[in-house]
Structures are given as structure tokens and as C-alpha cells.
């Protein structure tokens, strides 16, 4: 997934590196072993949903929606060109397998929400997913969604935050820091986990157990490395939208 991200983005020359690379572990644990999905049939009443608030970081997602099936690695190679089903941001209009439109920081897990009740209402047992940002945090909406999701004791919501310490303009402690952000979670109601965004073991183990809880809504913190696995951009204040070439980007892949 992480060969492929830096793929797609290296070919048309820039992109979110950085919050696309730090995502790629819970995004691969939640395609591939804990959600309840169907490639073929991408809007299925009853499937498990993903909302990736933070949709900038779309082309890691994109990359596993290929891998998966639900549309042709070719379209890959289309990024943020004219025509495209992949746009830089999340579109739900555009993109098989993509549960919601994305991009407004601080809106996402409001989406979620709602989601979520949709489904109580609808009588359907699924759970609902969605990442949202660190940066993204500093949204007084984050927090008011916070509250409600607790008031509604949606246990099927499981949220992730990836917390890569840093935010489009630099490092999160010089611009607005959010710890404890465990403390504020909690103190908000919720069941919450912190653990290594980068050990699939340790994720694996926090979804099972969110997934378990019966009465709170979920918040897994990940602490995470902003562009991991990419030599020129791991954790560099500057890698939120990078340019780089084609060429760079595969000497890259063959480093991984």
C-alpha cells in the first residue's frame, strides 16, 4: 500500500505524502481483516462504513480501494487530473468504495455520527469507522461531535486519531497543542486506547476490544510518524503537500 501511495502521488508530482503515509496500518488492518465490505457491491446497505475526515490523506485509501477490487489500479496513475475518479480529496460521487466526501477539517466525524444513527434507526448492525486528524483536532466541531456521539452511547462508532504530531503549518506543540489527548477522550466519555500506529499487533488487539465495548463510542489514539516510510519525508514540518518527481518516488519504493 505504501509502494502504491508513493506511486500514485510521485506521478503527478506532488500530493499529502506525510498524512497519507501515517494512516497506511490502520487502513490495511481495517480493509483486509475487520470490516465487513463488498468490493462488488460498494454501496451494500449493511456494510461497515469509513469516513476518512482527514481526506486529504485520500490516496492511501485509494490504494487499498484498488488493491481490494473496486476499481482498476490503472485509474491510479489519474490523480487530481481533469476527468478523474480520484480526486485529492475524498468524493464519495467520484469513487467507488469512498463512504463520504471529505476535506473540511473538523466535519468528519460529525459525518460519522450521523451515519452511525442512520443505521440505529435503520435497524442495520454495522459499525462505522473514521480518522480523524491531529491537526484537525484543534476544531471546536471535533468536540462538540464528541459530546454527542457519548449522549447517544454509539458503541458501533470507532474512531482513530492520527497523531503524528505535526499539522499543515508545523509541529503541533508550537502551533496548539492537544494532550493529554487520552485525558480529554475519556473526559468526554469515551472508551479510549492509545497505542503504536505503526504495530499492526497493537492496533489488531485496540479494534477488537472497541469493537467489544458495549455501551461508549470508541477512540483509538495512534501515534504515528508522519510520512513514514519515505525517506525525504518522515516527520519534516514540510511534508504535509509535497512536490516530488516520478523518479524520486521510485528510487523511494525501492528503499522500502
Same mark, same amino acid.
Given at each position: 500500500?505504501?509502494?502504491? =501511495?508513493? &506511486?500514485?502521488?510521485?506521478?503527478?508530482?506532488?500530493?499529502?505524502?506525510? %498524512?497519507?503515509?501515517? +494512516?497506511?496500518?490502520? #487502513? $490495511?488492518?481495517?480493509?483486509?481483516?475487520?470490516?465487513?465490505?463488498?468490493?462488488?457491491?460498494?454501496?451494500?446497505?449493511?456494510?461497515?462504513?469509513?469516513?476518512? @475526515?482527514? %481526506?486529504?490523506?485520500?490516496?492511501?485509501?485509494?490504494?487499498?480501494?484498488?488493491?481490494?477490487?473496486?476499481?482498476?489500479?490503472?485509474?491510479?496513475?489519474?490523480?487530481?487530473?481533469? %476527468? $478523474?475518479?480520484?480526486?485529492?480529496?475524498?468524493?464519495?460521487?467520484?469513487?467507488? %468504495?469512498? &463512504?463520504?466526501? =471529505?476535506?473540511? #477539517?473538523?466535519?468528519?466525524?460529525? @459525518?460519522?455520527?450521523?451515519?452511525?444513527?442512520?443505521?440505529?434507526?435503520?435497524?442495520? &448492525?454495522?459499525?462505522?469507522?473514521?480518522?480523524?486528524?491531529?491537526?484537525?483536532?484543534?476544531?471546536?466541531?471535533?468536540?462538540?461531535?464528541?459530546?454527542?456521539?457519548?449522549?447517544?452511547?454509539?458503541?458501533? #462508532?470507532?474512531?482513530? =486519531?492520527?497523531?503524528?504530531?505535526?499539522?499543515?503549518?508545523?509541529?503541533?506543540?508550537?502551533?496548539?497543542?492537544?494532550?493529554?489527548? $487520552?485525558?480529554?477522550?475519556?473526559?468526554?466519555?469515551?472508551?479510549?486506547?492509545?497505542?503504536?500506529?505503526?504495530? #499492526?499487533?497493537?492496533?489488531?488487539?485496540?479494534?477488537?476490544?472497541?469493537? @467489544?465495548?458495549?455501551?461508549?463510542?470508541?477512540? +483509538?489514539?495512534?501515534?504515528?510518524?508522519?510520512?513514514?516510510?519515505?525517506?525525504?519525508?518522515?516527520?519534516?514540518?514540510?511534508?504535509?503537500?509535497?512536490?516530488?518527481?516520478?523518479?524520486?518516488?521510485?528510487?523511494?519504493?525501492?528503499?522500502?
Amino acid at each position: 500500500i505504501r509502494a502504491l =501511495t508513493i &506511486d500514485m502521488i510521485g506521478f503527478l508530482g506532488v500530493g499529502h505524502i506525510g %498524512g497519507a503515509m501515517s +494512516i497506511v496500518e490502520v #487502513l $490495511t488492518l481495517l480493509y483486509y481483516r475487520h470490516m465487513r465490505i463488498d468490493p462488488q457491491d460498494p454501496r451494500k446497505p449493511d456494510r461497515d462504513q469509513l469516513v476518512l @475526515s482527514k %481526506g486529504h490523506a485520500g490516496p492511501a485509501l485509494y490504494s487499498v480501494l484498488s488493491d481490494k477490487g473496486y476499481f482498476p489500479k490503472e485509474w491510479l496513475h489519474t490523480l487530481n487530473q481533469g %476527468g $478523474t475518479h480520484l480526486p485529492s480529496h475524498c468524493d464519495r460521487n467520484l469513487t467507488p %468504495g469512498i &463512504d463520504m466526501t =471529505t476535506g473540511s #477539517l473538523g466535519q468528519g466525524l460529525s @459525518s460519522a455520527i450521523g451515519i452511525a444513527l442512520g443505521h440505529r434507526l435503520d435497524g442495520i &448492525d454495522s459499525k462505522v469507522y473514521v480518522i480523524i486528524g491531529d491537526g484537525e483536532s484543534n476544531e471546536g466541531q471535533v468536540w462538540e461531535a464528541a459530546q454527542a456521539a457519548s449522549q447517544f452511547k454509539l458503541n458501533h #462508532l470507532i474512531a482513530f =486519531t492520527d497523531y503524528n504530531k505535526l499539522q499543515l503549518d508545523g509541529f503541533m506543540n508550537e502551533i496548539m497543542s492537544i494532550e493529554d489527548l $487520552t485525558a480529554k477522550w475519556v473526559s468526554f466519555g469515551w472508551f479510549v486506547q492509545r497505542v503504536s500506529g505503526h504495530d #499492526l499487533a497493537q492496533i489488531d488487539l485496540a479494534i477488537e476490544r472497541a469493537q @467489544s465495548e458495549p455501551l461508549r463510542p470508541s477512540m +483509538i489514539v495512534l501515534d504515528t510518524i508522519k510520512g513514514k516510510g519515505v525517506d525525504f519525508a518522515e516527520n519534516i514540518a514540510s511534508n504535509h503537500n509535497m512536490k516530488f518527481d516520478y523518479p524520486t518516488a521510485l528510487e523511494a519504493i525501492a528503499k522500502l
